[in-house]
């Protein structure tokens, strides 16, 4: 990466005062030295493995030479990466980012439970001709060993009882669950993560080289541009020279002013590199009733729709800039808002991007005071969603709910407290649009507008919520997030439970046409799905958030259609 540059306006002397404090702190030397003092005190010394991945890395080229050989000399069509989270974002960026690469496989990557959204996938692959390299740090989360299942007992349709290990790559720990059942299975290669680097720094780690490797990305190349981000950031470089801590400070000093809403801003062939950073930031500073709330994928909008709550990162690619996003970009800057402008020469740089983040990221965890590298509002969550699957595995089914208002195929649902709320909002004989308008209603300045849905991220219906959250930002004047679930759980998740108590809720749910069963399981992959909402709506109430849950028919688009009416006619005027 080359050139970095800051709009920062009036807030430059306070982020200036910032750096010469972390420079006589010697905030940049004692990250690297683990000090735990710089953030909580508590364990973060356990958890900065991701500091010397580069150089590890690097000494283990012919691994990563070696399966790409193998890989393109066994002639595989397809590679199939199945995770979640820190396992699946960065592959993730790489498939979006260099497509397919000729004489290899073209990477799909699947973390979703909508059991629509896995069929698709199955049908879009030739499952004769994949690969699935399954990833997960613990070997222990829900998501990636179901997918594994599944896709496992279908191979072994195709190929022969006993040789579907063949078509398995296992990305885990050392020790982990997930490694004891590839050598049970007999997977055809297994890779280790570190331990001490938590999933969503681990991008550089084999959990992102490894599929980047199958899929053909010069590994070597991104690791030297990491390399060459690890030695600019180093302990001895003066606070306001290291381009990691000044980033860092920078979007700290932005945050406690109030500036909190970090909006996302990407060329368009990186436009999927604002996903890796939505669960880096989101997950690492969201806690303690503070964060850093990452916006990724808003459209560019006017100066005036965006309130005195925004700063704007612009990772631009020069060799492919937008014209247009550049002239959106001084406008906003003109206008007073924060814009901070990261270039990259090519895709390539993504490795350097990678590293930068990571240790701007800890930097920022320093500024708000808090632990970057735990998140301990996630297993609330996975244990309310284990605690639904459990009950269903003995009982055969999920506890009832109430829905507060059934009508013209949709169903609204929330907890007790936001039901007394948005109960004296509306009449007794409230219509849809009178709910829907009601909770719409809550938001306010300062705000984010949260749309978390359940249902098959295909282009059709991400376009009807991407309307869906630009008409809210627009005509309320604040920042808009899209998760899809359960994803956003491994991402957003945190920051949901952690974070500000800022956000009013849309949970998005709906009833699936087709159901797919999970081979050694009592529950479907629909069941699984609901239990997941459920248990995330049951951590957000805890909470005490402002939310509601609106449960679509199966005809999703036309439920979406009928949300999307509601809302145009909630914020009329």
Sequence with gaps: MSQHTYGIGSYRNAVSEALNTAHTERIGERIWKADTSVWSGRDENRW?????????????????????ADIRKTGFSNALLLGMG?????????????????????????????????????????????????????????????FRDY???????????????????????????????????????IFYGVPEIGGRYSALSHFGMIPAAVMGVDVSALLDRAGDMVRRCGPSVPADENPGLKLGITLGVLARAGRDKMTIVT????????????????????????????????????????????????????????????????????????????E???????????????????AAGHMLGINPFDQPNVQESKDYTKNLTDAYEQTGSLPAEEPVFEGEG??????????????????????????????VGRIGPGDYAAFNVYVDMNETNHRSIQTLRHRVRDTKGVATTLGYGPRFLHSTGQLHKGGPN??????????????????????????????????DLLALSSRKRRLLRIHLPADVAGGLDRIREAVHRATAG
């Design 151 to 189: 896709f496992y007992d279908r191979l072994e349709q195709v190929v022969g009882t006993g040789r579907a290990g063949e078509r398995f790559i296992a990305v885990t720990d050392p020790g982990s669950m997930m490694e004891a059942d590839a050598k049970r299975r007999n997977f055809r290669l």
């Design 410 to 439: 949709l169903r609204l649902y929330t907890d007790t407290a936001n039901t007394a709320d948005l109960k004296n909002r509306v009449p007794p004989d409230a219509s849809l649009d009178t709910w829907i308008a009601a909770h």
């Design 48 to 68: 900065v493995g991701w500091l010397h991945i580069v150089d590890q890395q690097q000494a283990q080229q012919n691994t990563f030479s070696g399966i790409a």
């Design 344 to 362: 990259m020469d090519d895709p390539l740089d993504m490795g350097a991007a990678f590293f930068l983040w990571e240790f701007a990221t800890a």
């Design 267 to 342: 060329s368009p062939a990186l436009w999927d590199f604002g996903a890796w950073m939505e669960q880096l930031i989101a997950e690492s500073t969201g806690k303690e009733g503070k964060g850093l709330i990452p916006i990724d994928a808003e459209t560019l909008g006017a100066p005036d729709v965006y309130g005195n709550d925004r700063v704007f990162a612009y990772i631009r690619l020069s060799s492919n800039a937008d014209p247009a996003q550049d002239r959106a970009m001084d406008a906003l800057e003109t206008a007073g808002h924060p814009v901070i402008r990261l």
């Design 86 to 146: 820190g396992s699946s974002l960065c592959p993730e960026v790489m498939r979006m980012t260099f497509g397919k690469i000729s004489g290899y496989p073209e990477l799909f990557v699947l973390d979703s439970t909508v059991p629509a959204q896995v069929a698709r996938f199955e049908k879009e692959i030739d499952l004769r001709n994949t690969v699935c390299i399954v990833a997960s740090k613990s070997g222990s989360t829900t998501e990636p060993n179901v």
């Design 502 to 535: 800022s956000g009013v809720f849309f949970q998005i749910t709906c009833d699936d046409a087709h159901d797919l069963e999970i081979p050694g399981r009592r529950f479907s992959f629909g069941t699984l799905k609901t239990a997941q909402a459920t248990g």
